[in-house]
């Protein structure tokens, strides 16, 4: 089972940044993908970024040029770096990983708690 934890999240004015990061703990063989979804309420979990294994980046059309997504292997940890916040960003943000126990093992999901982006105008 693999545990995530975020932090980074908090109270920010448009136009300014914030840093997210998720690390991941527990018993795996190895992940497949991490990756930040946000939701707003009543609306769906929406995906903002993603990275996979072998280091590829897709962002949502609506954060490209202003987030940026990295990773640290040897930690397990991802990083959402968020410049130029808009108000339109507000939202609980969602670590997701996709990760196999065993070599042969399917894919599995885990998902944060979530960690709280607000964004003054």
């Known amino acids: 089972q693999v545990q995530l934890v975020e932090s980074g999240g908090g109270l920010v004015q448009a136009g300014g940044s914030l840093r997210l990061s998720c690390a991941a703990s527990?018993?795996?063989?190895?992940?497949?993908?991490m990756a930040w979804y946000r939701q707003d309420p009543g609306q769906q979990r929406a995906l903002v970024a993603t990275i996979t294994s072998s280091g590829s980046i897709t962002y949502a059309d609506s954060v490209k040029g202003r987030f940026t997504l990295s990773r640290d292997n040897a930690r397990n940890t991802v990083y959402l770096q968020m410049n130029s916040l808009k108000a339109d960003d507000t939202a609980l943000y969602y670590c997701?990983?996709?990760?196999?126990?065993?070599?042969?093992?399917?894919?599995?999901?885990?998902w944060g708690q979530g960690t709280q982006v607000t964004v003054s105008s």
């Open positions: 997701n990983a996709r990760w196999r126990s065993t070599s042969w093992s399917s894919v599995a999901g885990s």
């Open positions: 527990g018993r795996f063989f190895s992940i497949d993908s």
